[in-house]
């Protein structure tokens, strides 16, 4: 049985860098559920990705609110929960 995974990413103002995040983690050869969630209520982060098959939210700000929305709406068997600063880009 194939393991699914939901990738939450909480994000306030990381709109530089959310699609290369996406694309890593695309990269990564498993597929998974996306879900970023914005805690901007202007949505600077989710209004600038592009992939049409990430799932995107906003929720009140802060990582633990953000997280918990996220999670509530993941249907993956496991959640990985991935902050937008922890990745490296080139």
């Known amino acids: 049985m194939a393991v699914t995974i939901s990738v939450v990413i909480p994000v306030l103002h ?13 990269n990564q050869g498993q597929d998974c ?10 949505a600077s982060t989710i209004s600038r990705i592009a992939d049409p098959t ?21 249907t993956g068997g496991v959640i990985l ?3 937008a600063d922890t990745m490296g880009f080139r």
């Open 81 to 83: 929960m991935l902050h």
């Open 33 to 42: 559920e996306i879900i970023v969630v914005d805690g901007d209520p202007a």
């Open 14 to 26: 990381e709109q530089d860098r959310i699609n290369g995040l996406i694309q890593q983690v695309r």
């Open 54 to 74: 990430v799932m995107r939210m906003t929720a009140p700000q802060g990582r633990g609110m953000q997280l918990a929305a996220g999670v509530a709406s993941a």
